[in-house]
């Protein structure tokens, strides 16, 4: 074969990647769009409850075994494997598993409604990533073009999902690259992934739905090095709470399950005692945990008990059917702790309240790149050395846990 010849092939060989590469980023785009605009739906209806609840917060706390058994009917009455919520998306991933319905999206956001409503801890964007999973994985399955490539759509949906309901796209893209399977990147996935995200992040930005904002300015130390041996303390710290906490959500619902096999009489019994707890406390644990993470970061007033009540109280409404997410709960633990354990290791509390907002949340998942691009995207990229040491420290002692039971793990060396 002569020079001619190669080039011509190497020639059409690049031409084939680059308009398949262009084909998959602007299905991406279409996908970020689609998502997007879902997510703003899904979004507003968090806004309104929560700004409909001042004032009511202990009243509704009443609600919760009517809200918790509406939530067990519409899953039995339409839609069991919809049930699965992320472990569908792993399912599929791992080439098993039926397709994802597409009453998925409605079934997801209108439980997470009735959930918030009634004040149940519990987060939400577990149904932000499942509904961008749906709609991409919907649209994948249907083009002939696209078909078997199941899971690049999933990890598409999956960044779409998540940039558009936080506003970090980075984040987004780093997550859903990294979650399906520890120790491998999806890179099939990428140019939809990044054309989704940004797209899906611009749109939800149109309608107001964005990044939380966090007051937070305090300067990046000079002499961080000095600070080694205190990160990887914290590190050690934050990767056993995350390890802690997705051991207790797989553990305590099996428990819970065990004890009480009808799933009516558990939401019922189980949220008249969720209620109490939670009232006794004035509902500060209610919701996904936002008014946490700002008194951990902000320096405001954080109780040495936040952080295990917000981990408990979060535990026992998920595992009695309360739908919502995992990961802003994380945030709001990870920013508590933080704040607490900072004077055993000589740092400033707010600091240590968001370097535990990042690591407790890559723990909890089982990721490292996307803690450290959260981390980075919500407090200043200049903190990259602090969330490297920290986030990579927790990654290491979390024992492979995740809150996702069915996570896949890369062949690693012995």
């Known amino acids: 074969m002569n020079v001619m010849e190669r080039t011509k092939i190497r020639v059409r060989s690049w031409t084939k990647y680059f308009m398949n590469t262009l084909i998959y980023a602007v299905a991406g785009c279409v996908i970020g769009v689609l998502v997007g605009l879902f997510e703003v739906l899904f ?40 049930r699965k ?48 999973a749906t709609v991409s994985h919907v649209i994948g399955r249907n083009v002939p073009y696209f078909k078997e490539n199941k899971t690049v759509f999933l990890v598409t949906g999956m960044a779409a999902g998540f940039a558009g309901l936080f506003g970090t796209p980075f984040t987004a893209i780093f997550f859903a690259l ?5 120790g491998m990147i999806e890179f099939k996935a990428l140019a939809p992934a990044l054309a989704a995200a940004f797209s899906a992040s611009w749109v939800s930005s149109l309608f107001g739905l964005g990044k939380e904002v966090l007051h937070f300015s305090l300067a990046m130390p000079e002499d961080w090095m000095s600070m080694f041996l205190p990160l990887i303390a914290l590190g050690i710290a934050f990767g056993v709470m995350g390890g802690f906490f997705a051991w207790s959500m797989h553990h305590f619902k099996g428990l819970v399950s065990r004890k009480i096999t009808n799933p009516y009489v558990r939401v019922i019994a189980v949220s008249i005692v969720l209620g109490l707890i939670l009232w006794a ?30 981990l408990a109280l979060t535990v026992l409404s998920m595992s009695i059917g309360f739908i919502g997410g995992e990961v802003t709960p994380l945030f709001a633990i990870g920013s508590t702790f933080g704040a607490l354990i900072a004077p055993l290791v000589g740092m400033d509390p707010m600091m240590c309240a ?59 060396p012995d």
């Open 43 to 82: 979004g507003w209806g968090l806004n309104l409850i929560t700004k409909a609840r001042v004032g009511y917060e202990n009243w509704l706390l009443l609600l919760l075994p009517v809200m918790g058994v509406i939530i067990i009917y519409l899953f039995e009455r339409f839609g069991k494997v919809s």
């Open 85 to 132: 919520g992320m472990g569908l998306v792993f399912e599929i991933s791992q080439g098993r598993g039926r397709p994802i319905p597409k009453r998925t999206v409605s079934l997801m956001m209108v439980s997470t409604w009735l959930s918030h409503i009634a004040g149940a801890s519990v987060g939400k964007e577990g149904v932000g990533m499942q509904i961008g």
């Open 178 to 182: 990294e979650v399906l399977v520890y």
């Open 281 to 310: 406390f004035n509902c500060r644990y209610s919701g996904s945990g936002i008014n946490l993470i700002e008194a951990g970061i902000e320096g405001g007033k954080v109780y040495p008990w936040d952080f295990a009540m917000k």
């Open 354 to 412: 968001a370097l535990g907002y990042a690591a407790v949340f890559g723990a909890g998942t089982n990721t490292w790149l996307a803690p450290m691009m959260i981390g980075m995207e919500m407090f200043g990229f200049e903190y990259f050395p602090l969330f490297f040491i920290v986030c990579a420290t927790a990654n290491l002692v979390n024992g492979n846990l995740s809150i996702y039971r069915l996570q896949g793990l890369a062949d690693m």
